[in-house]
Antibody, heavy 123, light 107 residues
Framework: EVQLVESGGGLVQPGGSLRLSCAAS????????MSWVRQAPGKGLEWVAN????????YYVDSVKGRFTISRDNAKNSLSLQMNSLRAEDTAVYYC????????????????WGQGTLVTVSS | DIQMTQSPSSLSASLGDRVTITCRAS??????LNWYQQKPGKAPNLLIY???SLRSGVPSRFSGSGSGTDFTLTISSLQPEDSATYYC??????????FGQGTKLEI
């Protein structure tokens, strides 16, 4: 069974930085696009960022562009999210998710999720 | 950006009821539409992908339909464990995925 384990969350002051990590196991990590999805307390899901298998394509939701950086280390089966200039509205549980496609044609979906790590931005 | 709008935002139904949740995209997304179930304190769980394909292991009482801009998730006979929040998600725009705001289902 696919395993994704996030870490690195915590309390940080506005304007501060935090780096989240996601350790992947039990699948060939380098074969998959990966994503970060967040959920503010009591709110819905928000896609944050995507990264291609080789790390050469990265996409972000507008609200984090220029502040967050997604990266991956395929040798270590690890996904990261560097978060700078944090704001109160970035407070959320951050999930690492694997992107898969149906076998016949590629309709992407999030088929595996980690348990999430809580980031709280507050003074 | 593609906006996803779900309705209703919440609903209450009884055991054995048939329930339908709708999701509308702000532009045509073909069949690039997925449905997730989320229970409190847990990560979301994929139910339906490509608008109507049931994920392996998901009970057959769940079904999805639609294409273009209008989609539905149907639960044919509600069970106690179906109490959850349901989200649609578009993957048509790989540059920017997006979710609906969620539908909270109480039984």
């Amino acid at each position: 069974e696919v395993q994704l384990v996030e870490s690195g969350g915590g309390l940080v002051q506005p304007g501060g930085s935090l780096r989240l990590s996601c350790a992947a196991s039990r699948f060939t990590f380098s074969n998959y696009w990966m994503s970060w999805v967040r959920q503010a307390p009591g709110k819905g899901l928000e896609w944050v960022a995507n990264i291609k298998q080789d790390g050469n394509e990265k996409y972000y939701v507008d609200s984090v562009k220029g502040r967050f950086t997604i990266s991956r280390d395929n040798a270590k089966n690890s996904l990261s999210l560097q978060m700078n200039s944090l704001r109160a509205e970035d407070t959320a549980v951050y999930y690492c998710a694997r992107v898969d496609c149906s076998s016949t044609s590629c309709f992407p979906y999030f088929d595996s999720w980690g348990q999430g790590t809580l980031v709280t931005v507050s003074s | 950006d593609i906006q996803m709008t779900q309705s209703p935002s919440s609903l209450s139904a009884s055991l054995g009821d048939r329930v339908t949740i709708t999701c509308r995209a702000s532009q045509s997304i073909s069949r690039y539409l997925n449905w997730y179930q989320q229970k409190p304190g847990k990560a979301p769980n994929l139910l339906i992908y490509a608008a109507s394909s049931l994920r392996s292991g998901v009970p057959s009482r769940f079904s999805g339909s639609g294409s273009g801009t209008d989609f539905t998730l149907t639960i044919s006979s509600l069970q106690p464990e179906d109490s959850a929040t349901y989200y649609c998600q578009q993957s048509y725009n790989t540059v920017m995925y997006s979710f609906g705001q969620g539908t909270k289902l109480e039984i």
